[in-house]
């Protein structure tokens, strides 16, 4: 019992700092986002369309509604993916035709760049 209550902790922390991954939610919160920043593993895509801003460290800039056809994006569907846009609605759209495509670790951060900024993080505008 001992062991559980240590173990299980420790993969609640991995599940959530994780960028990606098929067994954990398709969002993170800004500051699950800062965690994973700092060992990047992913590849960060703004989706909003105007572009009002980046959150620094972004890979790619892609309208959400041409993710479908855009080269940019990895080729190995199970690259680790996580799209953001303003407040969370364009980057739901690009998540669900990601996975439509195959994609199997695309996330999104939740409330967008809106609760990025909000949280006092850096945004580049």
């Known amino acids: 019992m001992r062991l559980r209550s240590l173990l299980l902790p420790a993969l609640a922390v991995t599940l959530l700092a994780s960028p990606a991954g098929a067994a954990s939610t398709p969002f993170l919160t800004p500051a699950q986002l800062?965690?994973?920043?700092?060992?990047?593993?992913?590849?960060?895509?703004?989706?909003?369309?105007?572009?009002?801003?980046?959150?620094?460290?972004?890979?790619?800039?892609?309208?959400?509604?041409?993710?479908?056809?855009?080269?940019?994006?990895?080729?190995?569907?199970?690259?680790?993916?996580?799209?953001?846009?303003?407040?969370?609605?364009?980057?739901?759209?690009?998540?669900?035709?990601?996975?439509?495509?195959g994609y199997t670790h695309v996330r999104e951060l939740q409330g967008g760049f809106n609760a990025w900024a909000a949280a006092g993080y850096p945004l580049n505008r």
Not at 34 to 45: I, N
Not at 68 to 94: E, F, K, Q, T
């Open 34 to 101: 800062r965690q994973a920043m700092r060992h990047k593993t992913f590849v960060l895509v703004n989706v909003h369309v105007p572009n009002e801003g980046t959150i620094p460290g972004t890979d790619l800039t892609l309208p959400y509604d041409t993710v479908a056809s855009s080269a940019a994006l990895p080729a190995n569907r199970a690259a680790d993916i996580v799209l953001y846009c303003r407040s969370g609605h364009m980057s739901a759209i690009a998540r669900r035709t990601l996975q439509g495509l």
